[in-house]
Every structure is written in structure tokens, then in C-alpha cells.
């Protein structure tokens, strides 16, 4: 236990993003199958791994405490994860391993934009001029693509939906991931079963396709436990930074590895991207910085505080 609470949270930090990014070898395995049943088999795999370490750790009794209030988000949050996760199964076993690593680029602009738009958050100038680089780059790879990079726009927005439900339900990692598998297993189990009826199911056509389907549940957990540890010991700055590391490498993993191509307007595209994303995080880190410089006033209403970000899959 000291040798664990020794490791800094960056360890932990960039473990996660690291497995994250490379999750494009992962689910390239998985082109056997239907996007939509590798997602049920994920989710259901993903429940029963954490409720064993709910049970392994006493703490399945704290689900009975949860009202109804939470159930409901917690319902919403698994919503907006199941289109990411489809989403992005979709895009690595169709060859747009590039464009799912567009979609975690756009991503931190997206939630900015949900921000003004649900929250009526007034932005900085900086923050203006990101929000226009990533609109300009956008129309850019969509003339590149032909279409809307709707793979990428997916992706974001479903992940932005997720992380504004994450800002409000009152469950720490465990009894949220816990509490989302609850509310699709039902819906997970009805997919398999169309499968099965069908004659699409793959679980259990061949030994390695099983434990495929299984490895789901481990590499969905492992990453937001040790993300879900970093948050808590990491600046919301520092986390911010790590969390670049996961597009990055996917990025790379669709170029060197699976050759998909990359003309030279989608390089423009992507400096777009990055140049926007380079003008929001210095503006963050500045402000970061300010705000440790200057005592923090606390007020009835309670103290300001930095806040970590959700888990990002």
C-alpha cells in the first residue's frame, strides 16, 4: 500500500492516457464482430468486473443509497458513453482510426462550446480564438473528406454529453461506472440476444473471440481506475496536457501503422486543430498559474477550487 501511494499521479496520469491511446490496436482486433455487439459485450463485462471490485472492496451495499435523482443521470451518462464507445468502435474497424483521433483533438473545444451555450460561460479572447480555429479547421477537413467529419463530430459532442452529466452526478468513479453499466445492461443483453437469434453473435465462435470479448472488460476498467486515482492527486492543468497524449497516439497509429492516408489539407486541417488547441492551453496554464498567485477568497457560498477533468472513455 506505501508503494502505491508512493507512485505520483503523474504515473497514474499517463498510464491511462497511454492505454487509451493505443486502444486502436485493441479494437482492431475486434473487426470480426458488429460494432454493436462488441459495445454490449463491453458493457456487460465492464459491470461485472467492477462490481467484483465493489464486492472485493465492501462497498456494493453504497448502490442502495443512490436516489432516484442520480439513477436518472447516471441512465443519461450511459447514453452518451454507448454512442462514444460505438462511435468509435466503428471508426477504428472501418479505417478511421485518424478521424476517432480528430474527435479527441476537437473534443476540450467542443465542451467549451457546451459551456457558452448551456451555462452562458462568458469566454476570453484566447478562448474565442480557439473556438474560431477548430470551426476553421473543420470546414477545412470537410471540404478534404467531402463530408462533414461526422466520426470526429461524434465522437466529441458524445464525449462533451458525457462529461457535462459527469459534472453533476454526486458518484465517485467506482459507483459511476457501476451505476451506468446497471442502467444498459438490460438493453446490452436484448442487442446479444437479437445477435444470437440471428446467427451474428461472435462471443462464442471460436475460443479466441471469446476471450477477445471478454479482454473488454479489463481494458475499459483498468484505465479509469488509474485515471480516476491520477484526478485526485494531478492539477487540473497537468491532466489537461496528459490528456493529449491519447489523440496523439492514435494519430500515430492510423498513419505509421494502418497506412490510412493523410493529403496534405488534412495536415492542414490538424495544425488547425492543434494551433487552437495550443491557444487554449497556454491561456489555461496562465490562468492556472494567476490563480495560485493570488489567495483564494473563500465565501459563504463556499471556496473556489480547481476542478479535475472526467474520464475521457
Known amino acids: 500500500m506505501r508503494r502505491i501511494t508512493a ?4 504515473a497514474f496520469g499517463t498510464s491511462a492516457y497511454l492505454i487509451w491511446g493505443l486502444f486502436p490496436a485493441f479494437f482492431g482486433l475486434l473487426a470480426f464482430a458488429d460494432p454493436v455487439e462488441v459495445v454490449a459485450q463491453r458493457i456487460l463485462w465492464t459491470l461485472l468486473l467492477v462490481l467484483i471490485v465493489l464486492i472485493a472492496a465492501g462497498r456494493l451495499r453504497e448502490m442502495r443509497g443512490i436516489d432516484a435523482r442520480t439513477w436518472w443521470l447516471a441512465a443519461a451518462a450511459s447514453a ?10 466503428f471508426g477504428v474497424i472501418s479505417g478511421h482510426v485518424v478521424e476517432c483521433a480528430l474527435g479527441y483533438f476537437v473534443n476540450p473545444l467542443v465542451t467549451v462550446t457546451f459551456g457558452v451555450i448551456i451555462f452562458r460561460e462568458r469566454l476570453r479572447r484566447a478562448q474565442w480564438a480557439a473556438l474560431g480555429l477548430g470551426a476553421l479547421a473543420v470546414a477545412v477537413l470537410t471540404v478534404d473528406y467531402g463530408r462533414p467529419p461526422w466520426i470526429a463530430l461524434a465522437l466529441a459532442c458524445s464525449f462533451a454529453c458525457y462529461g457535462l452529466v459527469k459534472k453533476v452526478i454526486r458518484l465517485d468513479a467506482l459507483r459511476g461506472i457501476a451505476a451506468e453499466g446497471i442502467v444498459a445492461a438490460p438493453v446490452a443483453l436484448i442487442l446479444l440476444a437479437v445477435f444470437a437469434l440471428l446467427g451474428r453473435g461472435e462471443f462464442l465462435s471460436s475460443p479466441s473471440h471469446t476471450a477477445l470479448m471478454m479482454a473488454t472488460g479489463p481494458v475499459t476498467l483498468v484505465p479509469l481506475l488509474l485515471f480516476a486515482v491520477a484526478a485526485q492527486r494531478v492539477t487540473l492543468s497537468t491532466m489537461g496536457i496528459l490528456q493529449y497524449l491519447t489523440p496523439a497516439l492514435q494519430m500515430v497509429w492510423g498513419v505509421a501503422v494502418v497506412h490510412e492516408p493523410m493529403p496534405a489539407s488534412r495536415w ?25 498567485a493570488v489567495p483564494v477568497l473563500v465565501t459563504e457560498g463556499g471556496a473556489d477550487a480547481e476542478r479535475a477533468p472526467t474520464n475521457p472513455r
Not at 7 to 10: K, N
Open 268 to 292: 492542414v486541417g490538424f495544425g488547425l486543430i492543434w494551433a487552437a488547441l495550443a491557444v487554449f492551453t497556454a491561456d489555461a496554464l496562465l490562468r492556472s498559474r494567476r490563480a495560485r
Open 80 to 89: 452518451a458513453l454507448s454512442i462514444n464507445w460505438g462511435v468509435y468502435v
Open 7 to 10: 507512485v505520483p499521479g503523474v
